[in-house]
């Protein structure tokens, strides 16, 4: 369970003074923001304790919210100068995650990446729509959002800052390798490119900073590496020191806390270039006098004629279904000659050539679903393959964000199903992904191992989770399935300490 609050500033009103007068704990009207009505603030008073992460009540998540904005005002006000704010935003979305278990946090801050960059993408179609409407006269409006997501209730990320540090690193290089991913989405653009009808879309990037109240702590090796570095350099730039301690003060926030901004901007030539012409179909010519009709007979030329007048009515189409129909059939009976007319089930000759080649331009649909095709497959070739604590769990996700956040929450199943059987040893997990990285094995094995990286930054997942691939193009011919699945296998009772 998440609670979320938003803050949008006003046209006209100081980002930094409007932000100080959402930043207050009472519960009475506020009237202190010039510019701004008087609104009722859903924060509750609590002791100091809580507020500040000293041993009060953690879930009080009003508390934990007013104080992270009351602290973020403070940080832009001191930043503020005769020009403005440059670290000022127009709206600014606070979530407050609530699970303590770390997959499950993973899988939330994946899901706001991937709503992160869907928001950016509608928003490209919506300024699209409006150019088509308005004509080229219309200026798009370039989006820019930011959601702050706090995390008070995990002792790991609360407690070290080299953890929180290594797993969000961990998330972003995930993140940044992703690119080079041959995924389902990127072959269909890839097509659709060498067809002519490759829309320009918008250019929508989505940033994941990070937050800690230990932010820039270094542990004891790296203080002393440091320590021999001014020694050897022989002297010390008070004010390169003094700004680098103003940078890490401005990321000391009171909570483990990730920052995730999007912003959508129109293409370089976006209205500018004329667009492509759509493809148009050939003209058939029906002149009796064109080139391809020299030396034909003037009764082939009448009955092409009209044969191009003619129009499609619906007999013609009940006996195209009729003829299609017959070629969907597995037998084909036949008359063959005798003085007794009898049957025979396999087609000769030329009505067998006939049905073969209607059969040829059908394509056939498999009533077996992907979930029953990848149980089928799994129960007749992996040998570690339990009927009563293996489960299936299949997604429609094409997206890498999207696939993180179902890997994550299903870590996050098995971890509670774990602790609540309180089962000690291996069991495994089928995650069927039809859609997801499908064309490409070596993509999916790398997926899964920067899974592995996130997993090993979390001290409550390292040790207990295991990963392996089955692809349609898996070098392995024995791991070669029907559609990708990702093992997920979880240890109890094998843990580092």
């Known amino acids: 369970m998440k609670f979320v609050t938003a803050v949008s ?81 127009k709206e600014v979305n606070y979530v407050c995650e609530t699970n303590a278990d770390s997959p499950m946090i993973a899988a939330n801050m994946f899901k706001r990446l991937r709503e992160a960059r869907e928001l950016g993408q509608r928003h490209g179609k919506t300024e699209a729509d409006h150019k088509v409407d308005q004509g080229s006269n219309y200026r798009p409006h370039t989006l820019r959002q930011t959601q702050v997501m706090v995390i008070p209730g995990n002792e790991n990320l609360s407690g070290s800052f080299q953890v929180f540090d290594d797993f969000i690193n961990a998330v972003n290089t995930a993140r940044r390798n992703a690119r080079d991913y041959v995924t389902d989405t990127s ?97 058939v010519t029906d002149d009796e006098d064109d080139e391809e009709g020299e030396g034909m007979s003037e009764q082939y030329k009448y009955n092409r004629k009209k044969l191009l007048q003619k129009e499609v009515t619906a007999s013609d189409i009940q006996k195209l279904e009729a003829l299609f129909g017959k070629a969907a059939a597995k037998d084909h009976p036949l008359q063959t000659g005798g003085d007794e007319k009898k049957e025979s089930s396999e087609p000769k000759g030329e009505e067998h050539d006939f049905y073969a080649s209607i059969g040829k331009t059908i394509e056939e649909i498999s009533p077996v679903s992907h979930m029953r095709m990848a149980q089928q497959w799994i129960t007749e070739n992996d040998e570690k393959f339990s009927p009563v604590t293996s489960p299936f769990t299949e997604s429609e996700s094409a997206e890498v964000d999207h696939a993180y956040e179902f890997v994550f929450t299903n870590l996050a199943m098995q971890k509670h199903q774990a602790s609540v059987d309180n089962i000690h040893g291996s069991r495994r997990q089928y995650l ?65 300490p």
């Open 187 to 283: 072959i269909e653009r890839l097509d659709q490119e060498m067809a002519g009808e490759e829309a320009r879309e918008w250019s929508v990037s989505v940033n994941c900073a990070h937050l800690h109240p230990d932010f820039g702590k270094k542990s004891p090796e790296e203080e002393l590496q440091q320590m021999k570095e001014e020694e050897e350099s022989g002297e010390v730039d008070l004010h390169a020191q003094e700004y680098a301690e103003k940078r890490l003060l401005a990321r000391q926030s009171p909570y483990p806390t990730v920052v995730v901004e999007v912003r959508a901007t129109p293409p370089p030539d976006w209205g500018h270039a004329i667009p492509p012409p759509p493809p148009q179909a050939a003209d």
């Open 9 to 89: 500033w006003i046209a006209g009103v100081s980002s930094v003074a409007a932000f100080a007068g959402l930043s207050t704990f009472t519960g009475r009207p506020m009237q202190q923001a010039t510019g701004y009505r008087a609104s009722w603030l859903m924060y509750e008073n609590s002791p100091d304790g809580a507020a500040k992460g000293g041993g009060g009540d953690q879930a009080n998540v009003w508390s934990v919210l007013a104080h992270t904005e009351r602290w973020i005002c403070e940080t832009l006000a001191s930043t503020e100068t005769d020009n403005g704010n440059p670290y000022s935003r």
């Open 432 to 496: 069927v992904m039809p859609h997801f990285l499908s064309s490409s094995a070596t993509s999916l094995e790398k997926f899964t191992k920067e899974v592995m990286n996130i997993v090993k930054t979390l001290p409550d997942l390292d040790g207990r989770v295991k990963l392996s691939t089955f692809h349609p193009e898996h070098v392995q011919q024995e791991r070669r399935s029907p559609l990708p699945i990702i093992c997920l296998q979880w240890t109890e009772g094998n843990m580092k």
